[in-house]
Nanobody, 117 residues
Framework: QVPLVESGGGLVQPGGSLRLSCAASRINFSSYTMAWYRQAPGKQRELVAAVGRSGRADYTDSVKGRFTISRDNAKNMVFLQMDSLKPEDTAVYSC???????????WGQGTQVTVSS
């Protein structure tokens, strides 16, 4: 069983919304900074948003005001609420966890998000 498993991707029309979820297992979740990355075809993987243990969040400029990252430390889950989606948001979105103490890193398998009419 992999430590991080994403769900919630799919096809949505421009302007629509999707909510991605990432469930963590077998790790001390509260010790991890959690993040969402994305990779579009022919492009490098980019950091979309990250959230620390306390809930402090950071976003890449292109998603500010549209995406919201959050975490539930009691349920070992991290979420990415994506609103006002644009075609350029189309990518494979991957959940990432980095241990704040020993720098161990885990990745989920990725989930496809397609924004198209």
């Amino acid at each position: 069983q992999v430590p991080l498993v994403e769900s919630g991707g799919g096809l949505v029309q421009p302007g629509g919304s999707l909510r991605l979820s990432c469930a963590a297992s077998r790790i001390n979740f509260s010790s991890y900074t959690m993040a969402w990355y994305r990779q579009a075809p022919g492009k490098q993987r980019e950091l979309v948003a990250a959230v620390g243990r306390s809930g402090r969040a950071d976003y890449t400029d292109s998603v500010k005001g549209r995406f919201t990252i959050s975490r539930d430390n009691a349920k070992n889950m991290v979420f990415l609420q994506m609103d006002s989606l644009k075609p350029e948001d189309t990518a494979v979105y991957s959940c990432n966890g980095q241990n704040m103490y020993n720098r161990a890193v885990y990745w989920g398998q990725g989930t496809q998000v397609t924004v198209s009419s």
